[in-house]
């Protein structure tokens, strides 16, 4: 089942719907080719639970539970998760209620809506997105550098001259 209708019957091109934000090649890319699109939930189902992909998926539908995804996560404009999410990408056209963990990146697009605290490494609120949210932009994991333990510099003695 096809979630965009086929632009012409030769080349196959799938014509995304109107209002769609993406910033990002592998966004476009996913909101514009039909083999990798996965619709999780339509726009008239309900489900309550826990979901997991591994692969780029939309959700179109409403999620009563979390949702984590190691790919990139799409939330539809008819799209509400009431949990948490814990995505790699995260793009919001709809709304979610609960706390975004994980994400490289976070997108709320024009008529998206957060509520609740985001954890990521880049945000970006398209202008008519709503952003209700405790937010901590973290520095990439690449970036992250252990310190030693404070205790073992602690516990050597001092030596006096």
């Not at 999780?40 to 309900?46: M, P, T």
């Not at 932009?137 to 333990?149: C, E, F, N, Q, Y």
């Amino acid at each position: 089942m096809g979630v965009w209708k086929r632009s012409g019957d030769s080349g196959g091109t799938v014509a995304p719907p109107p209002n769609k934000v993406a910033t990002t090649d592998q966004q476009t890319k996913f909101l514009a080719n039909n083999q990798t699109l996965r619709t999780s939930l339509g726009a008239d189902a309900e489900v309550t639970g826990r979901l997991s992909f591994n692969a780029p998926t939309r959700i179109d539908g409403k999620l009563n539970g979390d949702v984590k995804c190691t790919d990139l996560l799409v939330i539809g404009e008819s799209g509400t998760v009431d949990g948490n999410v814990n995505a790699t990408e995260l793009v919001v056209l709809g709304r979610i209620h609960g706390d975004i963990r994980g994400a490289q990146r976070v997108e709320i697009g024009p008529v998206g809506r957060i509520l609740g605290t985001i954890e990521t490494s880049s945000l970006a609120v398209r202008e008519g997105g709503k952003l209700d949210a405790a937010c901590r932009v973290v520095s990439a994991r690449a970036d992250v550098h252990v310190l030693p333990d404070r205790r073992e510099d602690q516990a050597r003695p001092e030596v006096d001259d």
